[in-house]
């Protein structure tokens, strides 16, 4: 017997994680309008009728019927509707290993156009209530993601995975995030010193521990106030804070905003 085995494109297929934080089917008028709009999440807009327009970098690009949209996370832009518009509509994010999302590195809003019959499809597996819709529509979004992925020229990427040393850590930061948790603390549960872990997790990523474990924390901080209903001093409770005020300040320091008028401004836009 001869096997061929590709480990590691079978090991990074197993790490990826692709969550859908929000999505609906919106009818909207010139109510729908927003200007430096800057999610932790990637938007697909996909729009069925009407129209409007995203503005990003000074650039305008109209929203039209049939075309699908993707505006990666961390994208700053603007978006109006001119008279009215209809829209399916997903928030989502593709995670890899480290916690990551693989679109935060994307620069550009990128445009598809579709059939009607892969449009009637799409919004057919939507409205539908069986596994097999589901299952369907996991389909249909992965293969546009390829398609976003390959205008983008992420697809043309080598893989790389983890080393051991960075997936315990990876799991370990992702396990217990948040304000408590040091350096000191993972190289404890990893039996060595925290010169050591550090040096190499920088030799490893080019960034430092400290940075890495920052940024995820923030990042789950934006998920926590626009996708739980929980009070600010129940998000900074479970993220390790001392308090609602010092955690306010953190998030300040980092989003030029207060906590709870970012989860108002967010929780408005689709």
Request: hydrophobic content about 35%; overall charge positive; some cysteine.
């Amino acid at each position: 017997m001869d096997i061929s085995r590709n480990s590691k494109l079978t090991e990074y297929i197993s790490q990826l994680n692709i969550r859908v934080m929000d999505s609906g089917f919106a009818s909207v008028g010139t109510e729908w309008h927003a200007k430096q709009v800057c999610s932790p999440y990637s938007r697909l807009y996909l729009i069925h009728e009407g129209g409007g327009k995203l503005t990003h970098e000074g650039r305008s690009i109209p929203l039209e019927p049939r075309h699908i949209y993707l505006i990666p996370a961390g994208l700053t832009f603007d978006y109006a509707c001119l008279t009215h518009m209809q829209q399916l509509y997903f928030h989502l994010h593709i995670y890899t290993a480290d916690g990551y999302d693989l679109l935060y590195q994307l620069k550009h809003i990128y445009t598809l156009q579709v059939s009607d019959n892969h449009y009637s499809e799409l919004r057919r597996c939507y409205k539908g209530h069986l596994l097999r819709d589901a299952f369907e529509l996991h389909q249909h979004l992965n293969s546009l993601m390829t398609r976003f992925l390959g205008k983008a020229r992420i697809s043309e990427q080598v893989i790389e995975t983890a080393s051991p040393f960075l997936r315990q850590v990876y799991a370990l930061v992702q396990q217990a995030l948040n304000i408590k948790t040091t350096q000191k603390t993972l190289a404890d549960k990893m039996s060595i010193s925290v010169s050591a872990l550090s040096r190499r997790f920088k030799v490893e990523t080019g960034m430092s521990l400290g940075q890495y474990m920052d940024e995820l924390l923030f990042q789950k901080a934006q998920q926590m106030l626009l996708f739980s209903d929980n009070s600010l001093a129940q998000i900074a409770e479970d993220l390790g804070f001392c308090d609602q005020f010092y955690f306010s300040r953190y998030f300040k320091q980092r989003q030029s905003e207060a906590p709870s008028l970012y989860r108002r401004r967010l929780r408005k836009s689709i």
